[in-house]
């Protein structure tokens, strides 16, 4: 069995800004720490998974999503063996949660929790139901498609699944639980972001671009995709009007939206 997907994250400097837009282009619950510096994420999505947005100790932003293990040093020590590079060691933050997080081979952050002693769909905090954007895939885009597919797969004993289209290929992470995702390469976009399906693609960027983001344009990723979906689905993906998009928000982090 794999290792899941349960959790999204994102951060800057100052928080609050993110903390603003996140909500208003999401519609999102979202509920403050006493003391500031981190902010919880319900997507009221009523499925995928909740995050949280954070402020920045190093002053530099981010974005990731976390995959659960019930070993954290050993989990980056295996990082660390594949070419991985840890960037946050083992830590406990007073109880509540304790995490880790690493760079892949692309230098693109990824960050891991500790599992419950019995993990169950029910230990994690779920998405209430309600109007929010629910956060259900997650993506990772390097330089090499075959190569960061290797990663991943030898680092949380994913299935992944390439053989329609080697240069973006869809991850089933063996769990039952989190999120899915998509894994490619060999364009210019390089990231490891999650996605919110969204009613309307173009009202949502619009929103984006009037709160201080801005879309990014990567023609190449667009066709990549679209090979993909031909290529693993055939003639259904014609007729299934799948739309994706992804912004940079205001402190200049990576998030993508889908609309299906």
């Known amino acids: 069995m794999g290792n899941a997907v349960v959790h999204f994250e994102v951060g800057a400097a100052d928080d609050g800004p993110l903390v603003e837009f996140y909500g208003e282009v ?15 994420i319900d997507t009221r999505g009523g499925g995928g998974i909740n995050g949280g947005i954070g402020k ?8 990731t999503f976390y995959v659960e293990t019930d070993d954290l040093q050993a989990m980056l020590d295996k ?4 070419g991985g590079t840890t960037v946050m060691p083992v830590t406990d933050f007073g109880g509540a949660v304790t995490i880790a997080m690493f760079n892949d081979l692309d230098g693109l952050l990824v960050g891991l929790v500790r599992a419950a002693a019995e993990p169950s769909q029910g230990d994690e905090p779920t998405p209430s139901a309600g ?6 895939w997650f993506e990772v885009m390097g330089s090499d498609a075959a190569r960061t597919q290797q990663f991943y797969a030898d680092l949380f004993g994913w299935t992944v699944d390439n053989s329609g289209f ?8 063996g769990t039952g639980r989190g999120i899915q995702g998509g894994i490619g390469g060999g364009e210019e976009a390089r990231w490891a972001t999650i996605y919110a399906s969204v009613a309307d693609m173009d009202r949502t960027l619009s ?14 990723l667009s066709a990549l995709k679209s090979a993909a979906r031909a290529a693993i689905y055939g003639a259904i993906a014609a007729d299934d009007h799948m739309e994706t998009g992804v912004f940079r928000d205001p402190a200049g982090n990576v998030f993508g939206v889908y609309h299906h």
Do not use: C, H, I
């Not at 990082?79 to 594949?82: E, K």
């Not at 109007?131 to 259900?136: N, Y």
């Not at 080697?166 to 992470?173: L, N, Q, S």
């Not at 929103?207 to 190449?220: A, H, M, T, Y």
């Open 26 to 40: 999401f519609g999102w619950g979202l509920q403050g720490f006493s003391g500031g510096g981190y902010t919880m």
């Open 56 to 63: 920045s100790q190093t002053g530099e932003p981010w974005s």
């Open 79 to 82: 990082a660390n063996s594949l």
């Open 131 to 136: 109007s929010g954007a629910p956060v259900t």
């Open 166 to 173: 080697p240069g973006y290929a869809t991850v089933d992470t």
């Open 207 to 220: 929103r984006v671009e009037k709160l201080g983001g801005s879309r990014v344009s990567d023609p190449g």
